[in-house]
């Protein structure tokens, strides 16, 4: 299972994806949960690698999953570029608009809550596209 990380200063969103790419878990939580959040779903789930964004914070955070963990589990870095905008389209293909959305334009709509559990799964997914195309 891999555990995907979208590390941020105030927030950071959490997947967990199976090998058959179901999504066992996705949350946003504060930064200052997130190790702890991240030992619990290690504690839950059989996690081989934690995938995670490449961008401002990735390296002070890995240090401290690290640190703070102690875990041998590996840390792939992975391109996160563009992630953001990607993860609100996502949010309307996974929780379909209703009722008076539907008559906002797409490119207008805002979701509701943060979606950096969604940019979570994303780096999940662009690390196994990258995995794939070693084959």
């Not at 389209?89 to 996974?94: A, G, L, N, S, V």
């Amino acid at each position: 299972m891999i555990l995907g990380f979208d590390p941020g200063r105030d927030k950071c969103g959490l997947a967990v994806m199976g090998r058959e790419q179901q999504l066992l878990y996705h949350q946003v939580v504060l930064s200052q949960d997130a190790i702890a959040t991240i030992q619990q779903l290690c504690q839950e789930f059989v996690i081989e690698t934690i995938v995670m964004g490449d961008q401002t914070t990735a390296k002070s955070w890995k240090q401290k999953i690290v640190g703070e963990l102690g875990t041998s589990i590996p840390i792939m870095l992975v391109d996160e570029r563009y992630s953001s905008l990607e993860a609100r389209d996502r949010y309307w293909q996974m929780y379909p608009p209703k009722g008076i959305e539907l008559l906002i334009p797409k490119g207008l709509r805002q979701p509701p809550r943060p979606v950096d559990d969604i940019v979570a799964i994303l780096l999940i997914e662009r690390y196994l596209k990258k995995l794939g195309s070693r084959d």
